[in-house]
């Protein structure tokens, strides 16, 4: 049997979600742009399923552009605040060294055309401090962003703090929302979000299709151009069927998302107990200020690449950080960003739950993985030269 702990990269599509989405294939398939009859049957679901998804983010439907995802919804909001700081002569835009690559990529694209961007530093427990971004403000700054929790270690930011500090000094303030949708919640206006972006593969949505919430009166950028769809922010005919089953996924999350933390909170919390247990291992992130469904560790002495090969044998499917690194050999920018060390960086291990998982899952993967860390360790000449006391140990 196999055990899927990897809800952080994609989760499985709901029953809710799956069911919504069918009658959009093959009986409501009409243009929502169309004038006859099936056309506005369309038109008449797009708009109930944004009016769905403002009412749970706490906005007006006006305020959401649905996108292909959260890459392209990040994307979006960061290209439209470059524009605005253009017109305002306001170069400075603030991040953080822990963002998702959609959003520091973007940046690194906009520093060639000459803004300049301060990355604040997360700290130890991958938390940013509010007083620093207060510090960091300039009179030429345009724009922060800010993830709401990371994808990596699953720290959770104090982001109606920071939302509030952007507010008082006029600066724009947007959120990747992607890991934190469905797990927290979220509204925007209380959290004086100004633009947010979401993903609905992360929530038991299907995949493709995300929302970029910008407040109203925030001129938008298009990245694609075309047709008048989505206020005529982001043309192409609208994934319907997407939409819809984003839509019902999110209500689904929304419904139920105190009874999911309180299931998930106490799997968390065993996986971190047990896996902690294990000699020269350090749990990544806050253990309070973090997403119910996040565990993150590093294990000193072996790769984590090999740990999730050993994994996946035994049927666990889990992660070593991010899905987007994986593949590369670089170890993570989140792990280096909290002051782990490359060896310690190295060695990771990440387990993101669903609802779906159990108690008994989590005692197996326990299990498992406590037999493959030592297994990898003994073969490891790293390890050996830790026990000889030829090298020291990090943790
Ligand atoms: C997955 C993810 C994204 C990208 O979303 P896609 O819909 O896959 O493009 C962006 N930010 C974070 C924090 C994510 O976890």
């Keep these: 049997m196999n055990i899927y702990v990897d809800n952080a990269a994609t989760t499985k599509v709901s029953e809710t979600a799956i069911t919504a989405m069918l009658p959009y294939f093959n009986q409501v398939y009409g243009n929502p742009s169309s004038l006859h009859s099936a056309g506005q049957l369309a038109a008449e679901s797009l708009l109930i399923a944004r009016e769905t998804v403002a009412n749970i983010l706490g906005c007006s439907p006006k305020e959401i552009i649905f996108t292909s995802g959260g890459s392209e919804a990040n994307n979006q909001a960061l290209l439209s605040a470059a524009e605005i700081g253009k017109k305002k002569n306001k170069k400075h835009i603030i991040s953080s060294t822990i963002e998702h690559h959609s959003i520091l990529h973007t940046l690194e ?28 403000i300039r009179p030429d700054t345009i724009f922060v962003t800010i993830m709401y929790a990371n994808n ?12 509030k500090i952007c507010q008082e000094h006029g600066i724009l303030f947007h959120t990747d929302a992607v890991q934190a949708a469905g797990h927290i919640k979220i509204h925007v206006k209380k959290e004086n979000i100004d633009m947010l972006s979401l993903s609905a593969h992360k929530f038991h949505g299907p995949k493709g299709i995300g929302i970029l919430y910008a407040k109203h009166g925030i001129p938008l950028t298009n990245l694609i151009e075309g047709g008048a769809q989505e206020r005529g922010k982001r043309a192409g005919t609208e994934n319907l069927p997407a939409i819809i089953g984003m839509a019902a996924a999110l209500q689904e999350a929304a419904k139920h998302i105190d009874k999911t933390a309180a299931k998930l909170i106490p799997l968390r919390d065993r996986l971190i107990e047990g896996l902690t247990e294990i000699p020269h291992t350090v749990l990544n992130g806050d253990p309070i200020q973090r997403l119910p469904n996040n565990i993150h560790v590093c294990f000193e002495g072996i790769e984590g690449e090999s740990l ?36 310690i960086a190295h060695g990771s291990l990440r387990l993101s739950l669903s609802e779906e998982n159990t108690i008994e899952e989590v005692e197996s993967i326990i299990k498992i993985t406590k037999e493959s860390v030592t297994y990898l360790r003994g073969m490891s000449p790293i390890w050996k030269d830790l026990q000889e006391g030829k090298r020291n140990y990090v943790i």
């Design 109 to 136: 694209k906009l520093k060639k055309q000459g803004f300049e961007i301060t990355l604040l530093n997360a700290h130890k427990n991958g938390i940013i401090h509010p007083d620093e971004l207060i510090a960091s």
């Design 152 to 163: 990596e270690i699953g720290s959770i930011q104090p982001i109606a703090e920071l939302g």
């Design 308 to 343: 999730l090969l050993l994994l996946n044998n035994k049927g666990i499917y889990a992660s070593s950080g991010s899905a987007c690194t994986s593949g590369s050999l670089d170890p993570s920018h989140v792990l280096l960003a909290i002051g782990q060390p490359h060896e």
